[in-house]
């Protein structure tokens, strides 16, 4: 008598033996999302976790550029750092110029965002020349400017000397207040247009009823101004002012190529002093090292505090 052979039996969905349907599309979610995921963990991990924890480890040691890592010598980077002359000098001209950026900067930008956002038959035509600037790369921007300063080939000075302003042949980078000005004028041209349509985007996102209504009611224009377009564009004046003053604090590519830190170290920012620490004066990885983890400590108080104090509602 043969026996035929039985077929397994198929295992019922709910069953101890099988996973629910409902675990079963989760458990796929998450290993899809993994997989979505895992390059950019991956990027996130080579380009920014591994390089931040070299230079914590680079600031606990002496570790010079030429010599390489010669044992554990913390606090010493951090203790040289602060002794340094230049250090105070150069968070205070930073703090400075960064205060004097972002107040310029904001502000133009507003109100360019507010003339074309008002402007009916030239929105176009204005729109593009503010953004035109925005398209040059700061190095370039700063070659070019820097082009426009020098006394010998640059308009800048003879139009200051027909104005009465200057001598003849001045360099307006030669004196602390005029190379602290100058660089300033180059970064308000080239990324006023920038912060402008960062708040153009904001100020398109506020309802057209809601100034009416104000208008209805009888408010004037600079009522309307203060008590409807600035609480309500507070989450674009947040973002625009949070990215000025990260980049007004880690700036670098204007002054190393307009001033070189001078004269006699007036204009000397913290990524200067850095870059000095590393590849000109010191050549010490370690201080450089070591202060960078300032900045960064300094950066993220700056940073937390920005975002509590400009996210608070005006009613608090």
Known sequence: ??????????????????????????????????IYASPTALLVT????????LVVWMSAADWTLL?????????????????????WP????????????????IALALGLAMLVQESTRWRGILRTSFLIPTSLGL?????????????????????????????????VLGTPSGALWST????????????????????????????????????????IFGRITLPL???????????????????????FILTKGGPDGSTMTVVQLIYSFAFESKRDLGMAAALSVIVL??????????LKTLRRSPDE
């Open 297 to 306: 400590a300094a950066l993220v108080i700056i940073n937390i505090v920005q």
């Open 184 to 223: 300033v004028i180059l970064i308000v041209w080239r990324f006023a247009g920038f912060f402008m349509l960062l708040l153009l985007v904001g100020l398109q996102g506020i309802p057209h009823e809601v100034y009416e209504a104000a208008r209805i009611d009888g408010a004037r224009p600079w009522q």
């Open 1 to 34: 008598m043969s026996i035929a052979p039985t077929r397994p039996r198929a295992v019922a969905a709910g069953t101890p033996d099988a996973p629910p349907p409902r675990r079963r599309r989760r458990d796929r979610g998450v290993w899809q999302g993994w």
């Open 233 to 255: 564009l507070r989450p674009s004046l947040a973002m625009s002012t949070i990215l000025c003053v990260t980049g007004s604090l880690l700036a670098f590519d204007q002054f």
């Open 67 to 87: 010599g390489g890592n010669s044992g554990v010598n913390f606090p010493e980077n951090f203790v040289e750092v602060v002794d340094h002359r230049l250090f």
């Open 46 to 53: 080579l380009l920014f976790v591994v390089p931040l924890v």
């Open 139 to 171: 190095a370039s921007a700063s070659l070019l400017f820097y082009a426009l300063y020098s006394p010998q080939v640059g308009p800048v000075s003879p139009a200051l000397e027909a104005l009465g302003l200057a001598d003849a042949n001045v360099n």
């Open 90 to 105: 150069s968070v205070w001209f930073t703090l400075k110029y960064t205060v004097i950026t972002t107040a310029i900067l």
